[in-house]
Structure formats: structure tokens, C-alpha cells
T-cell receptor, first 114, second 115 residues
Framework: GDSVTQTEGQVALSEEDFLTIHCNYS??????LFWYVQYPGEGPQFLFRASRDKEKGSSRGFEATYDKGTTSFHLRKASVQESDSAVYYCALGGPRTNAYKVIFGKGTHLHVLP | EAGVTQSPRYAVLQEGQAVSFWCDPI?????LYWYQQPRDQGPQLLVYFRDEAVIDNSQLPSDRFSAVRPKGTNSTLKIQSAKQGDTATYLC?????????????FGPGTRLTVL
């Protein structure tokens, strides 16, 4: 079945460091790819999505590029802030014909130290 | 615009007790999802609806879990005879399916502890 793999369970950085969180997927067809962020005590929030090869999604300084060749959608940010500390989820979703079933990865805890 | 609301925010039960969770999606959103999120894990889909119809409930753990959305708006998720393994946060999300790959909007969740 379809799946999402996030390599890092925890990432610890200092402010202004460069961030990369790796996301690889396995799916039939051509899924949409998403990044969500979750703060303590809240539900996940949509960051952005991409739905075709080489498309770049971005929001709040975060970005990721859909790469069908390497089946990846890695999250990057040039300079992290303490307020970016949260859990980040990569997810994939089917097109309309698959009734929008969305599968989440296990998440990556980002800790940004001041 | 109001977001997705859920109640209660917290619930503590003894094994064998029943509990219901309630979700009010964003107005106009036709699709509603229920997820289970164990501690330190990603959301895991339980069931989802398009309007009042169940699209997929294959991930509901057992006959102890049930979900309804009778008028295509609010929804209730019920656990009969809760077990310690049901301890998790239960998240509700909604989306509007007019466009492909619609993003989901999540409520704050209900944190369930089964003793």
C-alpha cells in the first residue's frame, strides 16, 4: 500500500541554521504531497502541497520540491527560528478518484535552540 | 471564519466505559475525517465521510468504534467499552472537495486516557 517515510524522528538545530527534513514516499499513480506542522495541544496545520513532478510548494519560508524520480518531497528552510519548533508531517493524498485519502508519516520533531 | 471545533477536549475513562466525541466542521466543507493519533505518532485515519455517506471505514479498529454524520454536517465518533490501547488523541478534520487534493483543516483534538 501507499506509505510515507520520514527519516529523522528528531532534529535539533540552533537559530539561523539550515533545515532539511527528509520525506520519501511509495505510491501508485500520481499522489499529491503535503507538509503539515503541529504545535503542542493543537491539530496539524496545512503548510503547503505539490501535485506534479518538479512543482515547488512553499509557505512561511519553508519549501519542498516534488521529485517523482527519487520519490521525495524534502522540507527545507534556510534559517530556522525558535518559533519553528514543532512536529512536521509529510503526507500523501490521492486524487479525486481516490476520495482524498491522506496518509501521514510518523513526523519529525524539530527543536530550535535560541 | 470559524475553524473545526471538537468536544470534549479531554476525557478520562476506566476500561469498559463508553465515550463519544463530537465534531463541527468548517461550514461548507463536504468531507469530514476522523483520525487517531497515539502519543508521538502521526495521525492515522479511522473513517471519513463525503456529506452523510461513509467513504471508507476500513480502518476503524473494531466493532467497538462507530461514527456517524447523519445530516452531512456535524459528526460523532463513539467508542463502546474502551480499552487502554485506545488511549490517544482523536482528531477531526474537514475539507472542501471542489478542487483536487484539497487540504484538510484540523480541530484541536480530544485527548482520551483509558485507565
Amino acid at each position: 500500500g501507499d506509505s510515507v517515510t520520514q527519516t529523522e524522528g528528531q532534529v535539533a538545530l540552533s537559530e539561523e541554521d539550515f533545515l532539511t527534513i527528509h520525506c520519501n514516499y511509495s505510491a501508485s499513480g500520481y499522489p499529491a504531497l503535503f507538509w503539515y506542522v503541529q504545535y503542542p495541544g493543537e491539530g496539524p496545520q496545512f503548510l503547503f502541497r505539490a501535485s506534479r513532478d518538479k512543482e515547488k510548494g512553499s509557505s512561511r519560508g519553508f519549501e519542498a520540491t516534488y521529485d517523482k524520480g527519487t520519490t521525495s518531497f524534502h522540507l527545507r528552510k534556510a534559517s530556522v527560528q525558535e518559533s519553528d519548533s514543532a512536529v512536521y508531517y509529510c503526507a500523501l493524498g490521492g486524487p479525486r478518484t481516490n476520495a482524498y485519502k491522506v496518509i501521514f508519516g510518523k513526523g519529525t520533531h524539530l527543536h530550535v535552540l535560541p | 471564519e470559524a475553524g473545526v471545533t471538537q468536544s470534549p477536549r479531554y476525557a478520562v475513562l476506566q476500561e469498559g466505559q463508553a465515550v463519544s466525541f463530537w465534531c463541527d466542521p468548517i461550514s461548507g466543507h463536504d468531507t469530514l475525517y476522523w483520525y487517531q493519533q497515539p502519543r508521538d505518532q502521526g495521525p492515522q485515519l479511522l473513517v471519513y465521510f463525503r456529506d452523510e455517506a461513509v467513504i471508507d471505514n476500513s480502518q476503524l479498529p473494531s466493532d467497538r468504534f462507530s461514527a456517524v454524520r447523519p445530516k452531512g454536517t456535524n459528526s460523532t465518533l463513539k467508542i463502546q467499552s474502551a480499552k487502554q490501547g485506545d488511549t490517544a488523541t482523536y482528531l477531526c478534520a474537514s475539507s472542501f472537495t471542489d478542487n483536487n487534493y484539497a487540504e484538510q483543516f484540523f480541530g484541536p483534538g480530544t485527548r482520551l486516557t483509558v485507565l
